[in-house]
């Protein structure tokens, strides 16, 4: 019962370093979201995609970009890694009109921007 | 876009008593879900309330909703140290489409003590 995977579980990189996170889901979801968390301050919506081929910002967009080539795969890029993208990357995804609303989690990512 | 707030921010109990965290928000939600993440680990969905719903239970949980005062609490029974974990509110918006997006609060951090 893989679920959501996210690979990989933890990178460290340097500054203005590139990287790419990814994100895979075998429930055949439509929504998948990319968030970031911090200390004290919750998950932050980065992206989040409706279906393949489409992507929309969410509430912390800035430094990120995503894509979503596959509809079980969900890329997270950084383009030049800031000290300030340092945090835990999770990955969500979610059944449109499911009646519970569950969104489903892998178990992060944590990235170290030096 | 708003944020639950999440009070305690640390909530520390004995096996056996009872653990109450509450969430505030500002705006209209459609529902109200409770998250719980262990350390190192994804965030699962433990309930989801609605917002013409007043009380739900599952198991030793027992949400409520007062949507006249924009508050939620989460009632935890009979607690025992699996509990330990943070826990946290997630708001779906009311109105538009949401494409299932959900803004969480800050947690609350449980530990049960054997």
């Known amino acids: 019962n893989a679920g959501v995977t996210q690979t990989p579980k933890f990178r460290v990189l340097k500054t203005g370093q590139s990287m790419t996170l990814l994100c895979a889901q075998d429930m055949n979801h439509e929504y998948m979201y990319w968030y970031r968390q911090d200390p004290g301050m919750g998950l932050r919506l980065i992206h989040y995609s409706v279906g393949e081929g489409t992507t929309a910002k969410g509430e912390v967009p800035d430094g990120y970009n995503v894509s979503r080539l596959k509809k079980q795969n969900f890329l997270l890029g950084l383009e030049s890694a800031a000290p300030s993208q340092t945090s835990v990357y999770f990955c969500?995804?979610?059944?449109?009109?499911?009646?519970?609303?569950?969104?489903?989690f892998g178990e992060g990512s944590r990235l170290t921007v030096l | 876009s708003q944020q639950g707030e999440e009070d305690p921010q640390a909530l520390s109990i004995q096996e056996g008593e009872n653990a109450t965290m509450n969430c505030s928000y500002k705006?209209?939600?459609?529902?109200l879900q409770w998250y719980r993440q262990n350390s190192g680990r994804g965030l699962v969905h433990l309930i989801l309330i609605r917002s013409n719903e007043r009380e739900k239970h599952s198991g030793r949980l027992r949400v409520t909703l007062d949507t006249s005062k924009k508050s939620s609490s989460l009632l935890i029974t009979a607690s025992r140290a699996a509990d330990t974990a943070s826990y946290f509110c997630?708001?779906?918006?009311?109105?538009?489409?949401?494409?299932?997006?959900?803004?969480f609060g800050q947690g609350t951090i449980l530990t049960v003590h054997p």
């Open positions: 997630a708001l779906k918006n009311a109105g538009g489409t949401s494409y299932g997006k959900l803004t």
């Open positions: 969500a995804s979610s059944q449109r009109g499911s009646p519970t609303g569950e969104l489903f």
């Open positions: 705006t209209s939600i459609n529902n």
